[in-house]
Structure formats: structure tokens, C-alpha cells
């Protein structure tokens, strides 16, 4: 479990590098070495998604929704 988090948290940092300016972000995806572009972002939304699914996704906060009483 650690080692898909250690991924999904790689892959989200290269996509906001991607998203920030960078022209080229790496990332490693089954041993190897993966770079992504403007051109191919939308490779590494995917990747990221099938990485939530895989661990899920224990790297953001769940929010509850706010209820008012009065």
C-alpha cells in the first residue's frame, strides 16, 4: 500500500508541475522511467485516476457536509 501511495503522490506532484509551467514532468510507472507533456497531460490524469482506484486515493481529506440547527 505504501509503495501506491508513494506513486499516486509522485503523479500528482508531476501533474501540477505540468500544470504550474513545466514543459516536461517524469514519472516512474512499473519500473520505468515515464515523461509527460502538455501534449500527453491528460495520460497522467488518467494514471492518476487508476491510481486512486488502486489505494484509495488516502492522500486527500474527505470533507462532511456542513448542517446547519436552528
Do not use: W
Amino acid at each position: 500500500m505504501a509503495d501506491c501511495i508513494t506513486r499516486l503522490t509522485e503523479a500528482k506532484a508531476a501533474l501540477h508541475k505540468l500544470m504550474t509551467g513545466a514543459q516536461v514532468a517524469s514519472v516512474d510507472v512499473d519500473g520505468q522511467r515515464v515523461q509527460y507533456t502538455q501534449g500527453n497531460r491528460g495520460d497522467l490524469v488518467k494514471y492518476i485516476r487508476d491510481l486512486e482506484a488502486e489505494c484509495g486515493d488516502t492522500t486527500t481529506t474527505r470533507r462532511r457536509p456542513i448542517r446547519f440547527t436552528g
